[in-house]
C-alpha cells in the first residue's frame, strides 16, 4: 500500500489528532456520557488505520512502535486485575468503588475504579484490532 | 415499528442462512457478517423500541422514559464479538484458499481415512 | 492454625518447580521438592497427642457457599495414619527419585509437578470430610496417576497402561460420585461426620443399597480389586518411585480409606459385609495365585499389591461383624479392624521397599525379567538383604512385622466362622479355607521374588549391563524402610496404640469411646493355637511347593490370554471406539453444509416447537413505536441492500453493500436511541470494510457455476424457515413480557450505586463486567488466532510431520 497523494496525506496529519483527541475525549467520558472503552479503542484504530492508509505500514510503525500483542496482554492482565482486587478488600470479585473529589483545575471530579477496567478494554480492543489489521495488512 | 422490524430482521436472518449454505466461502463470511447484524436488531427490537430518551442519566428524564439499556449493553458485547469472529474467519478463509488452492466448501473436507 | 491449606502446600510448590528446573540446572530438582514432604511430616507428626488421646481437628476454608461446598480437613486416627504414610513415604520416594531419575535425561519438572499434584489430591482424599471435595480429589489422583504412568509418554506400553488406569478408575470415580449424591440426599448434608450418627435411619431408606454398591465400585476400583485389578499391573510402565509411591504404599489405598470411612454409615448392612469381605478375599487368593506366573519384577509385585489389597479389604468387612455383636472386647471378632489397620502400615512399608529394590535391579542391570536375572546375592548383598527382609514380612515369616498382621488375619478369619449373621454360619468356613490358600500362595511368590532374583546361578550375558550394586543415595530408603518392617515386630504394642488404636475408632466409632478401649495387645506368641498351625501349614505346603515350582509353574500358561478380564477390557475399548466411529460417520460427512443443515433445521424445530406447544403466539399490537418516515427510508436501504449482496456476481459489490447493511443498522441505532451503539457501529463498520479490503487481495472471486438449481432451492427452503422462525420470536418476545426486566434496576441504580451517568456502559464495566471480562479474553484469543495463522506458515508440508 504505498501512496502518494500529498492531498490525503497534509489532511490526515491533522485528522489524526481530532479523531484522537475525540477518542480520549469519549473514552473518559464514557461513564456519564455516551462512549467508553469500545468506542474510544475503536476510535483510536481508526485514527491508526487513516494514518496507514494516507502513508503506509512501515512508516506507521516507525512512528508509533507499539507491541500492539504486548498491549492486549496488559489490557487483559489490567481488567483481571481490578476486578480481582475487590477480594483484598473481602468484597465480592468485580466490586467497583468510586469517590468524589476536590481537584484543583478540574473541580469536583469523581474517580472510579470501574475506569481502570475501561483502560483495560480500552487497550484491548486496540491491540487486537490493530493486531489484526496489521499482520493480515503485512501479509503477502 | 416492532413488527416491521420483526419482518426485517427475519429478512435478515433468511439472507445470511442462504448464504451460509452456499459452497463459496466468501459468500459464507458475509453470511455470518448478515446474521450478526439480523441478531443485534432482533435484541433491540426484543427489548422494545420505546423509550424517549437514551440511557444515560440527564435532568428532567424520569426513570420510564430511558430506552432499555439491557438491550443495548448485550448489543454493543456482540458488535466487538463479531468484529472478531468476522475477522477471524476472513483470514482463515484465505489462508486455506491460499494452501489448498479452492474456496469451494465440497472439496474442503477432511479424507475418509483420518483417525 | 487452619491446617485445610496445608493440603495444598504440594500444589503451591509444583508451580516453582519448572523455574527451578529451568534455572538451577545444577541441582537436582529432587532436593527442593524433598523439603515439602518433610516439612509436611513433620508438622502432621506434631498432631499425633491429640489422635493418641482421641480427639480430633477440624479445619475449614468456604469454597462455593452458595452450593454449600467446603474444603474440610478432618484430622482423626485414621486420617492422621494416612497423612503420615502420605508424606512419610513420600519423602523416601522422593529421596530415592533423586537418585533413579538422571537429571540431565529426564524431565524432571514434569515428574515432581505430576507428583506434588498426587500429594496434595491424596492428602485432599484423606482429610476432606466433604462428600463433594473428597470426590474432586479422588478424580485427582487419578488424572496425576495418568500423567505420571504416562511419564515415558513415548512409549505405546506407558500410553496404553496410563489411558486403561484412567479409563477404570474414572469409571469407578463416576460411580462413586453417584453413591455420595444418593448419600447426601438421604442424609441432606455432604459431612461424613454427620451421615455417621444417621446411619440406622439412612439404612432404612430406598437408596441405601444403591448408594452402598456405588460406592463400593468407586472403592473396588481404585484398590484394584477383583474384576477391577486389571490396571494395576499395566501402570507398572510409570518410573518406579511412581509405582512404589502411588500403585503400592498410597493411592490404591484410598479404596481402602473410602472403604474404612465409611464403615460406621454402611456397615449395619450384611451386603456391606459380604461384598467387602468376599471379593476382598476372594482378590487375595486371586492375586496371589496369578502373581506366580509373572515373570516381570514389577509385574510380580503388582499382583501381590492386587492380593494384598484384598487381604485389608476382607478384614474391612470383617471389621463390619463388630456391629453386630454384644460386648466386643470379650470377643475375636475385635481383632478385625485392628489387623487391617496395622496390616496396612505394614504393607505400605514392605512394599515400598521391595518396589524400590526391583527400580534397583532395573537400574543397574538394565533388565527387569526375572528369567534373566539370579545369582545377583554376592553382587549386590545390600539390595539383597533389603528385599529378603521385606519378601520374609510379606511371606509372614518372624521376626518381621507382616508375621504379627498375618497371624491376626488369621485370627480375625476364623472368627468369622463363629458369626451368625447373613448366613454366615453355613458359608463363613470357607473364609479362613480362602484365606489360608491364599496365604500359601503368598509365601510362594515371596520366594520367588527374592530367590529366583538372588540366587541361583548368575547369567552375565543375558544383563544388558554389568549388575552391581547400587549407589548409596538410592539404597538409603529402601534400608530404611528395611529397617522399618524389623523394628515394627519388635515394638508392635506402641504402633499398635499411636497409630493404629486411633484409626480403629474412626472405623467403629460406636463401639469404642477413646483409643484406649480397643482391647487388642499384639504378641508373637500366643500359645499354640488354631492361628500357629495353621501359620505352620504355609510354611511347610509352600516350602514344598516354592522347591517343585520349576515343574509347575508353567502350568500357567494353559489359561488361555483370549479369555482374560485384560482380553474383556481390550475388547470393550475396541468395540466403544469402532462402534463410536462408526456411528459418528452416519451424520459426520466432513461437508459444513450439512452441519450447518443440521442446526439450522434443529433451531427451527425446536424453537417452533416450543412455541407451539406453550401456545405462545402472540401478537400484541398495543404499545408500539411509531413509524416514521426515516426508519422506512432505511429499512428499504437496508433491504435493498441486502438483495444487492444475495444476488451480487463480484465479491467487490458483496463486500461494500455489507457495509451498507452495516451503516444501515447504524442508523436505525441512532434512531432507537441508542447512541453508544451507533457510535461504536458506525466505527467497527468503517474498519471492517477496510479489513475487507485489506483481505480482498488474497479473497477468491465469488463462483456459482458448480450450484445446481435444486441445491438452491433446498437451501432458500431453510432459509425461509429460520426467517419466519425469527421473525415469530421477535414477535411474540415483544408482545408477552412475564417477568419485569432488570433493566428497571439498572435505571434507578446506576448514579445512585454504581456512580456513573452512562446507564449501557456502566453496564459493561460495573453491573455485568464479567461479561466484558470475558469478550475481551475472546478479542484476545481471536487476535493470537489470526497471528497464528498468518505469522507461523503451517504449510501442508510442514504441518504433517506432527502426528506421523
Known amino acids: 500500500m504505498r501512496t502518494n497523494d500529498v492531498m490525503l496525506q497534509t489532511a490526515t496529519k491533522v485528522v489524526t489528532f481530532i ?25 483510536t484504530t481508526s485514527a491508526i488505520v487513516l494514518l496507514m492508509l494516507a502513508f503506509d505500514i512501515e512508516t506507521v510503525k516507525k512512528i508509533l512502535p507499539l507491541n500492539y500483542v504486548t498491549m492486549t496482554a496488559v489490557g487483559l492482565l489490567l481488567a483481571l486485575a481490578t476486578a480481582s482486587a475487590s477480594i483484598i478488600f473481602d468484597v465480592p470479585f468485580f466490586t467497583h468503588a468510586y469517590d468524589y473529589f476536590e481537584l484543583p483545575l478540574f473541580g469536583k471530579t469523581s474517580l472510579h475504579s470501574a475506569l481502570l477496567f475501561d483502560i483495560g478494554v480500552y487497550l484491548v480492543v486496540v491491540g487486537v484490532t490493530m493486531t489484526i489489521i496489521q499482520t493480515i495488512g503485512e501479509d503477502e | 415499528m416492532e413488527i416491521i422490524m420483526s419482518v426485517a430482521i427475519g429478512f435478515l436472518f433468511m439472507a445470511a442462512v442462504y448464504l451460509m449454505l452456499s459452497k463459496s466461502l466468501i459468500r459464507i463470511i458475509i453470511g455470518t457478517g448478515l446474521l450478526s447484524h439480523g441478531a443485534h436488531l432482533l435484541l433491540l427490537t426484543m427489548g422494545g423500541l420505546g423509550g424517549n430518551s437514551p440511557p444515560v442519566v440527564a435532568e428532567g428524564v424520569s426513570v420510564s422514559d430511558y430506552a432499555d439499556p439491557l438491550p443495548q449493553a448485550l448489543i454493543l458485547t456482540a458488535i466487538v464479538i463479531s468484529f472478531a469472529v468476522t475477522s477471524f474467519f476472513l483470514v482463515l478463509a484465505y489462508r486455506s484458499y491460499q494452501e489448498l488452492g479452492t474456496d469451494n466448501m465440497d472439496l474442503l473436507r477432511g479424507t475418509e481415512d483420518y483417525e | 492454625m487452619s491446617f485445610v491449606f496445608l493440603i495444598f502446600l504440594p500444589l503451591l510448590a509444583a508451580l516453582f518447580i519448572p523455574l527451578l528446573f529451568k534455572k538451577v540446572g545444577k541441582i537436582h530438582t529432587g532436593w527442593f521438592v524433598l523439603i515439602v514432604p518433610v516439612i509436611l511430616f513433620i508438622y502432621y507428626a506434631s498432631l499425633l497427642p491429640t489422635t493418641i488421646a482421641g480427639g480430633n481437628l477440624v479445619s475449614e476454608f468456604q ?73 474432586l480429589f479422588w478424580e485427582l489422583t487419578s488424572i496425576s496417576s495418568f500423567l505420571l504412568i504416562g511419564y515415558w509418554y513415548t512409549r505405546d506400553r506407558s500410553r496404553f497402561g496410563a489411558l486403561k488406569s484412567m479409563m477404570i478408575t474414572v469409571f469407578g470415580g463416576l460411580m462413586m460420585l453417584g453413591g455420595f449424591v444418593l448419600l447426601s440426599i438421604m442424609g441432606n448434608t455432604y459431612s461424613i461426620r454427620e451421615l455417621i450418627p444417621q446411619a440406622p435411619q439412612l439404612a432404612t431408606h430406598d437408596f441405601f443399597i444403591w448408594a452402598l454398591v456405588l460406592v463400593l465400585l468407586g472403592a473396588f476400583t481404585k484398590s484394584a480389586q477383583f474384576p477391577f485389578y486389571i490396571w494395576l499391573p499395566d501402570a507398572m510402565e510409570a518410573p518406579t518411585p511412581v509405582s512404589a509411591y502411588l500403585h503400592s504404599a498410597t493411592m490404591v489405598k484410598a479404596g481402602l480409606y473410602l472403604v474404612a470411612r465409611l464403615t460406621p454409615v454402611f456397615a449395619i448392612s450384611g451386603t456391606w459385609m459380604w461384598l467387602v469381605a468376599g471379593v476382598g478375599l476372594f482378590t487375595m487368593f486371586w ?46 471378632f475385635k481383632y478385625a479392624g485392628f489387623a487391617a489397620i496395622f496390616h496396612l502400615i505394614n504393607h505400605a512399608v514392605f512394599k515400598g521397599s521391595l518396589f524400590m529394590i526391583a527400580g534397583i535391579i532395573d537400574h543397574e542391570t538394565g533388565t527387569r525379567d526375572i528369567r534373566k536375572l539370579g545369582g545377583l546375592m554376592s553382587l549386590m548383598p545390600i539390595s539383597f538383604t533389603v528385599a529378603m527382609i521385606g519378601a520374609f514380612s510379606m511371606a509372614g515369616l518372624p521376626p518381621f512385622g507382616g508375621f504379627l498382621s498375618k497371624e491376626m488375619f488369621l485370627t480375625a478369619m476364623l472368627s468369622l466362622t463363629e458369626f451368625d449373621l447373613f448366613s454366615m454360619d453355613v458359608w463363613g468356613v470357607l473364609f479362613p479355607i480362602v484365606a489360608w490358600l491364599g496365604s500359601v500362595f503368598t509365601f510362594i511368590y515371596s520366594f520367588y521374588f527374592v530367590f529366583h532374583t538372588f540366587a541361583g546361578e548368575h547369567k552375565p550375558d543375558q544383563l544388558p549391563k554389568p549388575a552391581h550394586e547400587a549407589p548409596i543415595g538410592m539404597l538409603i530408603s529402601p534400608v530404611f524402610l528395611a529397617l522399618l518392617v524389623i523394628v515394627i515386630f519388635f515394638i508392635p504394642n506402641i504402633v499398635g496404640d499411636w497409630l493404629v488404636k486411633p484409626a480403629v475408632m474412626a472405623i467403629q466409632p460406636f463401639l469404642y469411646s477413646s483409643p484406649g478401649e480397643v482391647d487388642v495387645h499384639v504378641s508373637a506368641w500366643h500359645g499354640f493355637n488354631t492361628e500357629l498351625f495353621m501359620t505352620l501349614g504355609i510354611f511347610a505346603v509352600g516350602g514344598l511347593m516354592f522347591w517343585t515350582l520349576h515343574k509347575w509353574q508353567r502350568s500357567y500358561d494353559r489359561f488361555p490370554d483370549s479369555v482374560s478380564l485384560n482380553a474383556l477390557y481390550d475388547n470393550l475399548m475396541f468395540l466403544s471406539d469402532t462402534g463410536a466411529n462408526r456411528f459418528s460417520k452416519l451424520y459426520m460427512t466432513g461437508f459444513i453444509r450439512s452441519y450447518l443443515v443440521y442446526m439450522f433445521s434443529f433451531v427451527v424445530i425446536i424453537v417452533l416447537g416450543t412455541l407451539f406447544l406453550t401456545e405462545a403466539f402472540a401478537y400484541d399490537v398495543t404499545n408500539l413505536a411509531p413509524i416514521g418516515f426515516y426508519e422506512i427510508v432505511i429499512l428499504i436501504a437496508l433491504i435493498g441492500s441486502t438483495l444487492t449482496i444475495l444476488f451480487s456476481k463480484s465479491r467487490l459489490t458483496a463486500i461494500i453493500a455489507l457495509g451498507a447493511v452495516g451503516y444501515s443498522v447504524a442508523l436505525f441505532f441512532v434512531i432507537f436511541r441508542a447512541p453508544d451503539l451507533a457510535l461504536t457501529q458506525l466505527v467497527i463498520e468503517t474498519i471492517s470494510v477496510a479489513l475487507f479490503l485489506l483481505a480482498f487481495y488474497h479473497l477468491p472471486q465469488i463462483s456459482r457455476k458448480e450450484e445446481r438449481m435444486r441445491f438452491r432451492l433446498g437451501n432458500a427452503v431453510i432459509a425461509l424457515g429460520v426467517g419466519v422462525t425469527m421473525t415469530l420470536v421477535a414477535l411474540s418476545a415483544h408482545s408477552q413480557k412475564f417477568l419485569p426486566s432488570i433493566s428497571e434496576f439498572y435505571k434507578e441504580t446506576v448514579y445512585s450505586e454504581a456512580g456513573g451517568g452512562n446507564i449501557v456502559n456502566v453496564i459493561l464495566v460495573d453491573y455485568r463486567g464479567f461479561d466484558t471480562l470475558f469478550e475481551i479474553a475472546v478479542l484476545g484469543i481471536a487476535g493470537i488466532g489470526i497471528i497464528t495463522m498468518i505469522k507461523l506458515r503451517l504449510t501442508k508440508k510442514e504441518g504433517q510431520h506432527e502426528n506421523k
Do not use: C
Open chain 3, 287 to 332: 492375586g496371589s495365585f496369578f502373581a506366580l506366573k509373572q515373570k516381570d519384577l514389577k509385574g510380580i509385585l503388582a499382583f501381590s499389591t492386587v492380593s494384598q489389597l484384598g487381604l485389608i479389604m476382607s478384614l474391612l468387612g470383617a471389621s463390619a461383624a463388630g456391629y453386630h455383636i454384644d460386648n466386643i472386647a470379650e470377643t475375636t
Open chain 1, 19 to 43: 479523531i484522537l483527541m475525540f477518542a480520549v475525549h469519549i473514552f473518559f467520558a464514557g461513564h456519564y456520557t455516551p462512549g467508553g472503552g469500545f468506542v474510544g479503542g475503536l476510535l
Open chain 3, 63 to 135: 469454597w462455593i457457599p452458595s452450593l454449600d461446598i467446603a474444603f474440610v480437613a478432618y484430622i482423626d486416627g485414621l486420617s492422621l495414619l494416612f497423612t503420615l504414610l502420605i508424606t512419610g513415604i513420600g519423602a523416601l520416594v522422593v529421596l530415592y527419585s533423586i537418585f533413579y531419575l538422571d537429571k540431565h535425561r529426564e524431565q524432571l519438572h514434569n515428574f515432581y509437578v505430576y507428583l506434588l499434584m498426587f500429594m496434595t489430591a491424596m492428602l485432599g482424599i484423606v482429610q476432606s470430610d466433604h462428600l463433594i471435595t473428597l470426590y
